[in-house]
């Protein structure tokens, strides 16, 4: 049925990053047949702290990143799908309870479902935010069946406990105007983060227990999904920017060689073998020898943090001795050589470095990197299959009718 309804179409995914603005376009003919078309990325411009600090300069950037894309790939769009780093937004659990008769007992129906859930959205909502995601974690039956799925059961009372992800309202605004004034329309807006677990982990990993850490520039997010559902999301004020402006500091260059130097020749495990290493680095017009065991110690310590932050995260969550899948690691910190062997260690758990779970024609260089874009892109194709299936009711009319009977019949008695 799926590969029936579904005809070529192309999705592009945007990630807006503290450094950089990455774009990819997949082409899916059905969910079987993907095929990466091509990714990019560009520093970003007119962006900082979270806020766009200038609408001009920030629109002019987003032009020239899918500029470029076009160029790369002879693909022209005008439909994006965007997604926002965890810096920008919250994760915050909400839960609510509605009776479902004066007495007696009744069959749930799925106006009863959605009704605890609105409900459940209202309570955990402020007056100046967006939900991106509403993730029902568990449904509890007149207090007493806990249940992923409450839909026919009989009860008195129905209670949901959500996982709600949420951003200032104005925040997307301002950043959705200045896709608007490039030229390009903002179709749906996605957690980068969660969008990339959707594309790195299978809906087996998530039900036996996985750990899911996106190392970005500003701050490290730690996902725990268990039973197929995210159960907690929380951001640690520690990434990659930290270990780069520490190695800055340390041997006394600019912000941007540093961070070349980080990504050549920064290690996080067996550094003593490089403690004598020279390289040569660039200060001011010459070249000066730099002990390659500086940088590996300027950043230890932030290191360490970070992994602790991670365990205490996972230990936060209560799920620690759940996780049956281990953890994923994805960004630009996971690509630094011996930082998976050393969460590993820590956590003591598998630790394993991100990696497409999608049927691509095209494989991904530095997946770890570019697989936000991807996970926008399927996010976008996801969405649009679903209105696809609303669109496309293949009951007959006269079962449709009995269908829609049955709920009347369940909603009132």
Known sequence: MLNKIITEKYYFGIDIGTQKIKAGILRIKSPSD??????????IFGFKDNAVRDLAEFSECIHDTILELTKKTGMKFKEVQLGLGSAMMEARPTKTVIPLVDRGNKIISSADIKKA??????????????ILHDLPQYYKVDDISVTLNPLGLYGRKLGVHSLMIVI????????????????????????SSYATSEVVLSD?????GCVLVDLGAQCTTVLVFHDGVLQSMEKISVGGDHLTRSISESIGVPFE???????????????????????????????????RGMVCQAIE?????????????????????????????????????????????????????GQLNLPLRKNLSHTALFSPVI??????????????LLANNHLPWNKRIVSRVKDLYQEYF
């Not at 859930?117 to 967006?130: C, F, P, Q, T, V």
């Not at 925040?171 to 030229?183: D, P, Q, V, Y």
């Not at 230990?315 to 953890?327: A, H, P, Q, V, Y």
């Open 301 to 353: 310590p932030i290191v360490g943090e970070m992994i602790e932050r991670i365990r205490m995260a996972v230990t936060r969550s209560g799920l620690k001795d759940k996780i049956g899948k281990g953890m994923t690691v994805v960004g630009g910190g996971a690509l630094l050589p011996g930082f998976i062997e050393r969460i590993s260690e820590s956590l003591q758990m598998n630790v394993k470095l």
């Open 257 to 291: 060689l540093a961070e070349e130097i980080k990504i050549s020749y920064a290690v996080t495990s067996g550094s003593d073998k490089y403690r004598d290493e020279e390289i040569l680095v660039k200060r001011d017009d010459a070249y000066i020898p730099v002990k």
């Open 117 to 130: 859930n609105h409900n459940a959205r209202l309570l955990g909502i402020k007056m100046d935010e967006e």
């Open 168 to 191: 200032n309202a104005n925040l997307i605004r301002n950043i959705t105007k200045a896709f608007h004034e490039a030229g390009y329309e903002v179709v749906n807006v996605f957690s």
């Open 204 to 208: 087996s990993d998530k039900k036996q």
């Open 34 to 43: 993907m095929e990466l078309i091509g990714a990019y990325d560009h520093k």
């Open 375 to 388: 996970g926008l892109a399927q996010g976008g194709f996801k969405k649009t299959f679903q209105h696809v």
